[in-house]
């Protein structure tokens, strides 16, 4: 049985930083491309970020520069590091883990992540 779960959520200040955690299991972890979507109140689902089994990396435009996401093959678990947070990035945050899509697409339950003062 395939399980995402992420954590590292909660209530930041503007400016403050998250780091947040994905630990899967039930799949081989090398083989899958990982990402960070995310989805804010009223609005779809926007990818965050991507890693590849290569470690290749891709962002969102509008979030280059404040995240980073990185995985550890050994804890099969992937990170987003987030920083200078601001109130628009407030939205529940999924892992996903895919290969050869669609054939292999596995999400996680999501955290919430909240930026306010």
């Known amino acids: 049985q395939v399980q995402l779960v992420e954590s590292g959520g909660g209530l930041v200040q503007p400016g403050g930083s998250l780091r947040l955690s994905c630990a899967a299991s039930g799949i081989r972890f090398s083989f899958y491309t990982m990402a960070w979507y995310r989805q804010a109140p009223g609005k779809q689902r926007e990818l965050v970020a991507t890693?590849?089994?290569?470690?290749?990396?891709n962002y969102a435009d509008s979030l280059k520069g404040r995240v980073t996401i990185s995985r550890d093959n050994a804890k099969n678990t992937v990170f987003l590091e987030m920083n200078s947070l601001k109130p628009e990035d407030t939205a529940v945050y999924y892992c996903?883990?895919?290969?050869?899509?669609?054939?292999?697409?596995?999400w996680g339950q999501g955290t919430q992540v909240t930026v306010s003062s």
């Open positions: 890693i590849t089994s290569g470690a290749t990396t």
């Open positions: 996903n883990a895919n290969w050869r899509r669609p054939a292999y697409d596995y």
